[in-house]
């Protein structure tokens, strides 16, 4: 046998063992005829389309941006709203890195990944919502702009979405089975993680400082000196509450890509994080009262808007908060899950409720997002549910790789 058919043969393996997972290619196509691939590919050749004709004909081809309302569903759902939702890498890589909690390690790669997709998800997002997204990097690297909140904020991401993926290339590495950079990658964990901290620190509070400038826009009731303090402390709640809602989705939708670790201990860590974010919800629910005094506001708690904004701090802080406590005091791990859901939905609607359901709430008209914003953005939020999976599937996430087991 020559060496060309040999180094043919070895790259088919290759393939067929990191990509097809060890199944021929034609076994691999047939694999994929799932009800769940079957609904995602509905929606990709649904939304396809749409997203090539936002590039094609510009921004009011799918959605109606004006002078009162500017931002869409693109900055206040994919930017505003999953930003604090993908701060499970930063929570979790510096509770086991920095702070030595060594028995959440089981949890640090799902957070990191969960992490960096979640940004590189906003990331699209962003590019969605400008106009000519290709000359991004002009204001970046040419036309310096420090004394722009976006200026700052947009640094922010694209260094942290940077450092979470040299935090994530140790796992990389493994599934490559490259020692000499896995063995480089781990040396940078600890530098990554500070400066990963000292980033989301930055960028989290930056975002609730777009606000600070539009006292006439936000609703009093949302509007604070103390917006960026809001912003970075529910961003810690929001995070934790993400990792315990994806760690329940892996249990079920990956279960047999995880190894006994993470599974006999997944409780045991449910209830303690649970702990962290009924701690973190309460302190959130505090200074959002501060807020209110500091204003003078409470006579707005009595108007339609004051009841919106109490069901808000109500409904979906101070109630998981309490939930949180409850399973955690009892080890209801059921409890806490589902907690985290509420949780979820609550940071999700407070940057809404800023950025468009009360935004210029003084305007003798309201404006919605067009139809065509929703299928655009369910498209782009599949594409990485599946680049979720696909890595999952394939990568030492949920697991601890055979050959490195020993030196995790």
């Known amino acids: 046998m020559s060496n060309r058919t040999v180094e043919a043969y070895a790259v088919r393996s290759w393939i067929r063992e990191k990509l097809f997972l060890g199944m021929t290619f034609q076994e691999y196509l047939k694999s994929l005829i799932t009800p769940f691939n079957i609904i995602v590919a509905c929606i990709l050749c649904v939304g396809i389309p749409f997203y090539v004709w936002r590039y094609l004909h510009g921004l009011i081809a799918v959605m109606h941006p004006s ?10 759902f994919g930017l505003l709203g999953i930003v604090p939702l993908s701060a499970t890498g930063f929570i979790m890589a510096s509770a086991v890195y920095l702070f030595g909690l060594k028995e959440y390690k089981p949890l640090v790669r799902m957070a990191i990944l969960t992490g960096f997709l979640g940004y590189a998800c906003a990331v699209a997002f962003i590019f969605t919502d400008i106009g000519r997204s290709w000359r991004l990097p002009y204001p970046m690297f040419i036309s310096f702009g420090p004394q722009s909140v976006l200026f700052l904020v947009a640094w922010h991401v694209a260094l942290y979405l940077s450092t979470q993926f040299v935090e994530f290339c140790p796992a990389i590495f493994e599934w490559l089975g490259v020692d000499r950079f896995r063995r ?17 620190t930055l960028h989290q509070s ?12 936000v609703h009093p009731l949302w509007y604070s000196p103390y917006i960026p303090v809001f912003f970075f402390v529910s961003s810690i709640w929001a995070g934790l509450s993400m990792i315990i809602l994806v760690a329940w989705i892996c249990t079920k939708a990956f279960r047999q890509r995880a190894d006994d670790r993470f599974l006999n201990s997944l409780d045991n ?3 303690g994080l649970g702990r962290a974010a009924s701690i973190t919800l309460f302190a959130y629910f505090a200074i959002k009262i501060i807020g209110v005094a500091h204003g003078h506001h409470w006579n707005l708690l009595a108007t339609p808007y004051g009841w919106w904004f109490q069901l808000e701090i109500f409904g979906f802080v101070l109630l998981p908060c309490f939930l949180f406590a409850q399973g ?3 080890r209801n791990v059921a409890l806490i899950r589902i907690t985290s859901i509420i949780a979820v939905v609550g940071v999700m609607l407070n940057r809404l409720n800023l950025s468009l359901i009360t935004f210029n709430w003084n305007l003798p008209h ?5 139809w065509t914003e929703y299928v655009v953005v369910i498209t782009i939020f599949t594409g990485f549910i599946l680049l979720f999976r696909w890595m999952v599937n394939r990568m030492p996430v949920l697991t601890e790789h055979p050959q490195y087991k020993d030196m995790h």
Request: net charge positive; glycine share 10%.
């Open 184 to 200: 480089w990658a781990l040396v940078t964990t600890i530098g990554a993680t500070i400066f990963g901290v000292i980033l989301s």
């Open 328 to 330: 955690a005091r009892y």
């Open 366 to 370: 309201r404006e919605y997002p067009k």
């Open 269 to 271: 860590l449910t209830v």
């Open 67 to 76: 002078h009162d309302y500017p931002w869409g569903l693109f900055i206040c």
């Open 206 to 217: 930056a975002l609730g400082a777009l606000f600070l400038i539009m006292p006439g826009k």
